[in-house]
């Protein structure tokens, strides 16, 4: 962060406007990597600023950052459709730029809304395809786009080909050596959820969430550790007190923001509290009351 707030000094003093507004829009998306709540308020206030001082260009490459700002914001309230559309249209604007390290960052993130969001598995298979075709030789990219493969493999029951894939993202990673993108466990853990295997899918999560944890960063860590409360859960009722302590976790770290990582938290409370008997209390936590 010090070298983007350098960025925006400098930026001020020349008195240029664009740049600052670069500056600003590449510090509030590293801000929900580490403040998620304070940073989803200021992206909140910044946007229409920036839109319209990108605008003026127009500058495709400002855009394009508007828009992946836009959709982050859309994707941590679990709007994950409309998340899609924008990383889409910023995807256009990336092309338009030729920035090839934008597009792969939001080509990931096109994987994961074809994981995670509304899109058939067969359809999302394709589409992560086309993203690998259009990526190339880019190893981080490619990597998060199998991970998210190997997720809807899984979903149509093909655990083989899926583990295949994963292996084949591991590879690429292999190349870059420690990354920010080995702590992104949960394809991985979703494939052994899904084959039984809570145990293994612990596992995964648990060398994210610690990996996370020493970062000291909060953007993945309310769903990770959520995630591995689900997976503990699954292994018996002895490990309910820990898995409560990773639930408050992943409260504490989604600030009110990740709506998914709050959904899903209260949905584990809820079954915990339902099976020691305290019925009364399950249905008044439970995410579905909410509607």
Known sequence: MTTLDDAQRIAAANDDEGQRAHARAQALMSGLELVPHKAAEEIAQALPGLRSQFARGPD????????????AMHWIHARSAAAEEAWQRAADYARGANDRRQLAEILGWLASAALWGPTPAAEGIRRCQDYLDEIGNHPRGQAVILWHMAGLYAMQDRVAIAQTTLSRAKSHLDILGPTMTATETQPAAFIAMLAGDPVTAEMHLRLGYESLSQMGEKGFLSITAALLAKAIIAQG????????????????????????AQILGQGLSARILADCGRHAEAWHSHPRRWR
């Open 237 to 260: 009722k002895e490990r309910y007190a820990e898995a409560s302590q990773l639930i408050e976790i992943s409260r504490e770290a989604a600030g009110g923001e990740d709506l998914s």
């Open 60 to 71: 495709e490459l400002g855009l394009c950052r508007v828009l992946q700002l836009q959709a």
